[in-house]
């Protein structure tokens, strides 16, 4: 039985393939159970052949290997025959699709024959690709200007992997140590690391430094139990100022009792709850807790004010005395100390006892008609003082007015005879004060709040419809704003999740409105408004209104033109269009020293005259000074889009997004293919870096692609500039063929199931579905087919092969097909005749085969 094993990870399912001349029937577990048979000289002489010995992949990249051995002159039994002379070449291969880590160790093939074990060579397949942290900085707590060390660690293969340390963000200085001290520092800051090999760079999680400070203030001080002589309180501590917090003080003193002392009670913290002992019954106390780090004290927190329940009287009554007098006893005591009652005396027992009679008299006590002092309770009295005062103000106030009111009778006559003057206030007066609180609320930054002030509009003239998209963080809905007309003009409605978002995020996502106010242009998304809107436990929520686009983003509207049902080929003339309007509208950015950094298909917006405009301004940057901005916080970024340099060093420019404009052409011209197929995202930067560009579809202009090419020059400095390639797309667009008929314009119908009865009525405007493709090719002998894969499972191995059958090529001739295959037809072509005299070999070889399955 052949079996292959690996010292570090159990292989996948595999197959042997083996091509004997004697085909024995059913499934052999070994050679054995086939009826070979090998003399103890031909065991001993059965070798593997030698192995490829090192293999070294890429991650994610696909591994394939076998071994083999050579089993000669043996015969078998098959069907009580007898066969001399016999031939096996065994053959076992193993394919990885996508090898990981996890893969990378050492195999084996091992043969049983007649319980002699025989291996093969090792074959050692070692997995390469970014480097992976074995440790990563991990958040300090240090005194102000007190030296720490900060540790990061990461290995490949391939080695050697250099580490580099970045400061917020920023490269701290040349420090290319696994471990670095840092002198000291006085205000709290963040670190991080950079690992970087030959196949790229991988970034750690920001390490924060705190410094550690006094403790905040406690909160929250409250009795929990009350009793005679103690007191159960509990607290919140407040922020521990980044040293844990040892020990907490409460501080007790008597409420009534003037120059009473004041007793402190330290204790351990956690719990964060005190038994204040030792205390007198019936009687009020000021509490306040305060408690410490190795810093110092926190400041002491309110006085809470508590006071303990009725006790037991601590003391009996005292000089009992009693005179008897015939038959009657007089029985006399005194009242034990007032501080000693500890609560108010209800009665006394009197117990009598004779012998073995015993009698009890209950004598109650009447209360004293003086009052026991109570607490004075302040707010009495500062509320009837209060009160008082309003009182007379109004009495004034009222003797004021009618002295003058008879005074002005006197002059003009009785006032209902007068003409009114009435004065008008517009009521932006009144919302005005009402919007910057809101604002305010948000917590957004004093400039953002004057950005956004005259762009505010009221929350009851927008109203709200269906949801048009939502994603993990947010949704857009279709949305009616009221006109100063009294009309109501159709918007889309942009919202955020705000369980899923700190405050920092609201400020960006409220940024990218601001971002957009200024913009005056036909081919950038214009700012109509922005509404908030008071949600119950919640921030206000911020809503971005933007004018209505039917057809929604260019990337979904050039999958449904070549996707949907009805497939319809848009020719080069409306694709060049596309992108002329595109670099007008980057051109009008650029000029304003605005950089998109997010420029894709995706992000485009297509309008009701098919007119397109650049939108999406979420990572858009102003800049001020020089004409670069450079990333320091680390963010999901589009990778496939984005420019080598910025891949390398995070430095935008306006040629990075001339680079991103590229790209999106060839989105354009392939109808919203997937940039880059078969390329991870951690590989594009080597694939970059090494030259390779995206390819030329095979239904581009070459001149067109030569505008590509320059968009994706290597050197910043060598790329144009959007005016460039604007007159450059002008230029092309001119010397194509002009459309000559209306019918010759090709619409496509991208409405919702629910819109076709609105769309019927507008069909003298609305969009035209037709299907003329200048150019088509069908399909013969060759079956292409695409894939995209949007999100990896969670499966514990998903690396397989899919093989998909031709089918019926008859069915399939008769379909007209405008899909661009990824790879060159010609290319397509070559592979087939390879696979084909690849099998072709396999068959010449051997004509019997036997199928060997491993265990």
Known sequence: MLIFTKTLISSNSCQLEASPRCRPSGRLTSL????????????????????????????GAEVRFNCSID???FFCQYKGILIKNIFILLIFYINLNKCNRADAGEYHCRLSVSNKIIESDSIILEVEGLPTFTIQPSDVNVTRNTPFTLTCEAVGPPNPVTIKWLHKGERYAEHNESSITIEGVNASTQYSCEAHNEKGLTVSREAHINIKELPDKVSKVTVVKREANKLLISWTPGHDGFSPLSTCSI???ELLEPGSPTATHPTRVPPFQYEITNLKAMTWYNMSVSCTNEIGWSPPSVWVQSNTTEGVPSEAPQNLTVHVNNSMLMIRWEAPPPDKLNGILQRYDVTIKHGTRVNTVKLPVSPSSTPLPSRPNSAYIVLGVACSFCLLLILMFTAVWLHNRSYLQCLFGPADKLIPNVEYRPQRSYNRSAIEITLASLGISSELQGKLQDMMIVRNLLSIGKVLGEGEFGSVMEGHLKQPDGTSKKVAVKTMKLDNFSQREIEEFLNEAACMKDFHHPNVIRLLGVCLELVSGHFPKPMVILPFMKYGDLHSFLLRSRLSEDPVYLPTQILVKFMIDIAQGMEYLSGRNFLHRDLAARNCMLRDDM???????????KIYSGDYYRQGRIAKMPVKWIAVESLADRVFTVKSDVWAFGVTMWEIVTRGMNPYPGVQNHEIYDYL????????????LDELYDIMLSCWSADPVDRPDFTQVRKRLENLAGKLPTVSSKKDIIYINTSFPEEEEELRGEAAEGPVLTSTPSCSRQSTDTSVVTADVHKSTDAEDDRYVVVISSGDHEARSTVDTVDTPLLNHRLLEQDSEETVRDVTATQQASSDTTRFVCE
């Open 32 to 59: 054995d159970d086939a009826g070979v048979h090998l003399s103890p000289e031909e065991i001993q002489k059965l070798r593997f052949k030698p192995t490829v010995g090192t293999i070294q992949r890429s991650e």
């Open 689 to 700: 870096f090494e030259g390779n560009r995206l390819k030329q579809p095979n239904d581009c």
């Open 251 to 253: 501080t007790v003193r």
């Open 611 to 621: 007119s397109v405009c650049v939108a999406d301004f979420g990572l858009s940057k």
């Open 71 to 73: 089993i000669n002159d």
